[in-house]
């Protein structure tokens, strides 16, 4: 089968699930038709010729002029909100950050305003909780709250940068921030504080559908800020800069809209440090990066379980180009918190490979969670060793099939996916009330395999020139 009557058979497959919707899909997010072209790489190149880094006036305003000093000594979180205040009245521009050690407290940028961390500039940022107090609109975990504020913040903000090749570091570390994850391998204690008990009561005012406002944490709970978060932003631009060490997430835009994140190196090992994980955005593209984190590399996201569907916005129309992944758990991951849906993915020319990277493309979904997953292309990704398996959708991740909620994968197309060695090639598995389906291979290659496919619960799998350790496979084992 062509690639051109593949799609086309996705399209009638999708229609048919749309006239036809399973009784169990109650989560609110209604199938939309799937309006890919024959080839769906065109509406790839349309939706980056809808992103457009913002443009800033050729103003600077340097914060050593607002009291800002290099020295890695004085607390310069007050240089930072005069510059960017100064930055934001005169219409806009650039708060440049010039060489030296800058210790502050929370960053919150405004519109029209480019925060420029210069060569051999480190920004540090302060590892007391308390100074991120007051409590900011925020999520964690796919959940909205009231909690700490990020590290770099901005909320209903337009035209926005972070650039430059200096360093943002968050110095967390087993003693600061990672220790509240409460693993053992990082500092905690048992006695000691940790984020389980205000997680499980977040949950549970998500479950009771309790207004934000009154989903209070901060001191004393343990949830930890991200890194970098725009919120309800548009146009956004972070390029350039070192991350590392942040308490939890290091780039995490929501609910943002024409969003270009490029050339950045993200580099940590502590608990949840994921790369960069979109969370209910639209037109994003990654490109370029290098990623070497404790948790996911790339994650996209859409909100988890009642909030995710009140909200009901999806992750859609994200590029993902010439990344690198040398630690992490997943390299570009597709969940899990993922309750409104995420549509129209595209990865390409990507270099997966370490020991330490569990998996090369992951979905992850279930019961509980309910999304809608569709319209998913990669090309030309170079593996050279994961852990796991190179390909994996599991739609028994934690809670499994114990969920009201129909967990939906379809349309996944992956063509020339090269991997040097991984356990398995393929560990796709489905429910039996909610296959995945219409997932399809094409001049692939696996070779240094260990063990078989595990594929369970899946339709309309295809394999096209697919090899694995030198075999032609036509098709999986039945699941």
């Excluded at 343990?222 to 919120?231: G, K, N």
């Excluded at 590392?244 to 969003?259: A, D, K, Q």
């Excluded at 852990?387 to 939906?408: C, H, L, Q, R, S």
């Excluded at 260990?450 to 697919?466: D, E, H, T, Y």
């Amino acid at each position: 089968m062509n690639r051109r009557r593949f799609v086309q058979t996705a399209l009638a497959g999708a229609a048919a699930a749309i006239i036809a919707p399973s009784s169990r899909q109650r989560s609110g997010v209604q199938a939309r038709p799937l309006d890919q072209p024959a080839d769906p790489w065109r509406q790839a190149q349309a939706i980056l010729a809808r992103i457009k880094p913002p443009v800033f006036p050729s103003r600077d305003f340097d914060i050593t002029r607002s009291g800002g000093v290099g020295d890695g000594v004085k607390d310069c979180a007050e240089a930072f909100r005069l510059a960017i205040a100064a930055c934001a009245r005169s219409g806009g521009g650039t708060v440049v950050v010039p060489a030296g050690v800058y210790i502050t407290g929370p960053i919150h940028l405004k519109s029209n305003v480019n925060l420029h961390i210069a060569k051999g500039a480190t920004v540090k940022f302060s590892t007391d909780p308390k100074a991120y107090l007051p409590l900011v609109f925020s999520r964690f975990e796919g959940m909205e709250l009231m909690n700490y504020s990020p590290l770099i913040y901005a909320f209903e903000q337009e035209n926005i940068a972070i650039t430059g090749e200096g360093t943002l570091d968050g110095q967390a570390d087993c003693e600061h921030w990672w220790p509240w994850k409460g693993r053992k391998d990082c500092g905690w204690k048992p006695g000691n504080p940790e984020q389980s008990q205000a997680r499980k009561r977040l949950s549970e005012l998500v479950a009771a559908g309790s207004p934000v406002a009154e989903r209070t944490f901060g001191a004393g709970a343990y949830l930890r800020p991200q890194f970098v978060q725009p919120y309800r932003c548009k146009n956004v631009l972070i390029e350039g800069v070192t991350l590392t060490n942040s308490p939890m997430w290091h780039i995490h835009p929501v609910l943002c809209s024409n969003v270009t994140v490029r050339k950045l190196k993200v580099v940590s090992d502590g608990p949840n440090t994921d790369g960069c994980d979109p969370e209910s955005c639209k037109d994003v593209l990654i490109k370029d990066c290098y990623f070497g984190t404790g948790d996911d590399c790339i994650a996209i996201k859409a909100g988890r379980n009642n909030d995710g569907r009140r909200v009901n916005t999806p992750s859609e129309n994200i590029v993902v180009q010439g990344c690198e992944m040398r630690r992490g758990h997943g390299g570009i991951t597709i969940g899990s918190e993922i309750s409104a849906g995420v549509h129209n993915v595209f990865g390409e020319s990507c270099k997966m490979d370490s020991p330490n990277l569990n998996q090369a493309l992951r979905f992850k979904n279930n019961a509980e969670r309910g999304g809608m997953l569709e319209n998913f292309f990669f090309r030309n990704i170079e593996v050279g060793q994961v852990a796991d398996a190179t390909i994996v959708a599991d739609f028994n991740y934690e809670e499994g099939d114990k969920g009201a909620f129909t967990p939906i994968l379809r349309n996944v197309l992956v063509s020339n996916l090269k991997s040097a060695r991984s356990a398995h090639a393929l560990d796709i598995q489905g429910l039996a009330k909610a296959p995945i389906t219409d997932v399809r291979l094409e001049n692939c290659v696996f070779d240094n395999v260990g063990a078989p496919n595990i594929v369970k619960n899946v339709k309309a799998l295809q394999l096209r020139n697919v090899r694995i350790n030198g075999k032609l496979v036509t098709e999986a084992p039945p699941g």
